[in-house]
């Protein structure tokens, strides 16, 4: 589909086609960093739902002094090593060398390539992608995980709510496996009514959260961003890829998880606090959050 007259009208649009960026999607990380540093002390990042590629464009762009330096060391040892067909490398003794790739980009969709980022054609909950993006990151966690996916809009705000808030929930899961100490992650949310919720949840596992609207959003567009930082993992637990409110027995599903998983998982999932107890609750901000009083919880969670 061909751009629109008011695309073609619009500054961020011009100024991306001026610069060379793949869509003008890429001001709108350029503004989120701008006001949150979010590249200040980040050697690494990965980037989701990554189609065209603008923010990757972006991410290789500010982390160009580190992927000059890989690019110089690998030469400087090309003699001493042996490259397999795969990129990977092995010295002398025959160790395998990972190779740290700085950035790296995931999309279902095929993607031309672009300098200094690795491409993985995959889907955000699948296992064997995690496992690449792990891979590709050559045994380091990412400092930042940014995504700026959307469903396609239908028009029918609870539902297109609904699905973006699906695909945010894979984001996160994703972002929880490889995602280092402290790390930051950013990801495109519709802002609704549902703001609250996905606020606390964050905030269960960092210090800073925040959601802001950057200058290049279109004013008509509920889109805002949401940026997380000091990312804080929670002692014992592993994040869950697969949605459980998708499965076919919701109950068996939880039932299959451990202790942890029971507390946490639902509540990202949905906001089910059937894990939590209600001091917990009332202490993180969970019960305001989703517009509980006392006697509500006791109804929903004790009976």
């Known amino acids: 589909m061909g ?23 890429a001001f709108k990380l350029l503004h989120c960093d701008e006001k949150y540093k979010l590249f200040d002390g980040v050697d690494t990042v990965v980037d989701l739902c990554s189609a065209p590629g603008s923010w990757s464009q972006v991410c290789a762009v500010k982390l160009e002094e580190y992927i000059t330096q890989d690019r ?29 790739h700085r950035v790296v980009s995931v999309d279902l969709q095929d993607m031309s390539p672009i300098p200094g980022v690795h491409i993985i054609k995959g889907d955000i909950t699948e296992e064997d992608t995690i496992k690449a993006i792990i891979n590709a990151l050559g045994g380091h966690k990412a400092g930042l995980v940014v995504c700026d996916g959307a469903p396609d809009v239908t028009g029918f705000h609870n539902f297109d709510e609904f699905m973006q808030g699906q695909l945010l929930y894979a984001a996160f899961s994703t972002a929880l496996n490889v995602l280092r100490p402290g790390g930051s992650f950013i990801s495109k949310i519709f802002k609704a009514r549902h703001i609250n919720l996905i606020l606390a949840q964050m905030k269960l596992f960092f210090s800073f959260v925040d959601c802001y609207k950057p200058p290049s959003s279109r ?11 000091d990312f804080k993992p929670v002692e014992g637990f592993t994040p869950c890829l697969k949605n459980p409110i998708l499965s076919k027995n919701y109950e068996r599903t939880l039932a299959s998880y451990t202790p942890i998983q029971k507390k946490y998982v639902p509540l990202l999932a949905c906001g089910d606090l059937s894990g939590w107890d209600k001091k917990e609750a009332i202490d993180k901000g969970l019960m305001d959050a989703l517009g509980l009083n006392d006697d509500a919880f006791e109804k929903i969670f004790m009976t």
């Not at 751009?3 to 999607?25: C, F, L, M, P």
């Not at 567009?221 to 930082?229: D, T």
């Open 72 to 100: 110089k060391e690998m030469a400087s040892t090309q003699e001493s090593m042996f490259m397999f067909p795969n990129g990977a490398q092995c010295d002398a003794t025959g160790k395998i060398i990972p190779q740290r």
């Open 3 to 25: 751009k629109t007259n008011s695309d073609q009208r619009d500054v961020y649009y011009r100024k991306a086609k001026e610069i060379g960026y793949r869509a003008r999607s």
């Open 219 to 229: 004013p008509d567009s509920c889109e805002h961003f949401l940026v997380c930082k």
